[in-house]
Structure formats: C-alpha cells, structure tokens
C-alpha cells in the first residue's frame, strides 16, 4: 500500500478589537517558508457539489493602496499562467494576458 505524504500551509491571522487583520503570517514548511509575514492573501478553493468556489480575500490595514494595485495585477497574471497550464487553452490565456496588460495601463503600473 502506498505511504500518503501530507504537506501543511498555516496562515495565522492577528485582529484587532473590531476585527480587522493587523498582523498576517504564513507557514508552508515545506517550501521553505516559516512564519512569513504578510501584508494580504487571496485563498480560493473549489467546492465540487455544487461547482462553485469559495474565497478568502484578507489584507492588514497597513496595506498600501498602491501595493494593493500591484499585488492584484500579479495576482491577474500568475493566474492566467495557471490557467494555461492547467488547460492548456493558451489562446484564452493569451486574451487574460491582454486584460492583464490592460489593467496596468490602466493603473499606471511601472514595468518591472
């Protein structure tokens, strides 16, 4: 019978008396990472039976707006990435790269 490996992500997230995010860290000792702060997260999960996702969208009160704008535009483009990878449709990926571009205009984003 085969061994079942199991890996653990941790997001530990710190509130304030109104409930809002003041501290977030995160834990993924396999990748290297233990106790990472941060300052937002975006975490979606698919919920098969009745085929919708759910979401967790948090960010610390700190966040910059600016930052905030930068993290969405990454975000935007990591996961027209994955689309195509998981896919394999590189032709809509293409078109989500193109809103992707769009969006940082938009924004005015620097070219990093």
Known sequence: MPT?????????????????????????????????????????????????????DLWTKDMPVDEMKTFFHQTLVSMSETFERATNDKKMADTMKDFCDYFAEKLELKKS
């Open 4 to 56: 079942t490996i199991k890996s653990e992500i941790n997001i530990l997230v710190e509130l304030d008396e109104n409930r809002v995010p003041e501290k977030l860290t995160w834990t993924a000792r396999d990748g290297g990472v233990v106790n990472q702060d941060t300052k937002a997260m975006m975490l979606s999960v698919w919920d098969s039976k009745p085929q919708e996702s759910m979401r967790i």
